[in-house]
């Protein structure tokens, strides 16, 4: 029985590492599909150690769960950022561009630099002289893709309700955008 039980855990367990040297940074945005609003990207640097059995795809978590795993990730990830586009900017250069310019924002915070870029997605402009592999469904599958996608989605939720005060007529702080 125990062997069963192992065996379901490490099928549905997110995998730490996508190569073994490498220090490596997992990137995902929020906000791309809204109407209104920024979009937020983050970057997260996870090391060896690093494990919460929670963790997922933050579309995936409920709000508590995205809430309770945000401090968890910023106390225990090896180095964290977040970047912000703004609708201006995303009206300037398109969404799926401001997508990747918030992600480029969130690598430029980092305190550590990475060696290698994780992107949930298929597609990315690449940041000068750090590598990437674009991971489909990688919120999914890789630990630290699903810990920049609950600090994106945590961050971007906080601002939306904090937009819900200035315009409460949209209810922003109920459908984020």
């Known amino acids: 029985m125990f062997n069963f039980k192992l065996q379901i855990f490490e099928k549905y367990m997110l ?23 920024p979009v937020v990207a983050a970057a997260v640097i996870l090391g060896d150690d690093f494990l919460h059995l929670d963790l997922n795809d933050s ?15 910023e106390q225990n990830a090896l ?12 009206d300037e250069i398109n969404i799926l561009n401001a997508s990747f310019l918030a992600m480029h924002h969130a690598v ?6 990475p060696e290698l870029l994780l992107i949930d997605g298929n ?9 990437h592999e674009c991971i489909v469904k990688g919120d999914s599958k890789m630990m630290s893709i699903a810990a ?12 939306m309700a904090n937009y819900h005060h200035e315009f409460p007529l949209y209810d922003w702080k109920q459908n984020a955008g």
């Open 15 to 37: 995998q730490l590492r996508f190569t073994q040297s490498l220090l490596e940074a997992g990137l995902d945005e929020a906000g791309r599909g809204c109407i209104a609003g």
């Open 108 to 113: 430029d915070q980092l305190i550590l630099k």
């Open 148 to 159: 920049a996608s609950v600090l994106a989605k945590t961050y971007r939720d906080e601002i």
């Open 123 to 131: 597609r990315f402009n690449e940041y000068e002289g750090i590598p």
């Open 79 to 90: 180095s964290w950022a977040v970047g912000i586009v703004d609708h201006r900017k995303i």
């Open 59 to 73: 579309k995936k978590l409920s709000k508590k769960k995205r809430e309770m795993l945000r401090p968890f990730i």
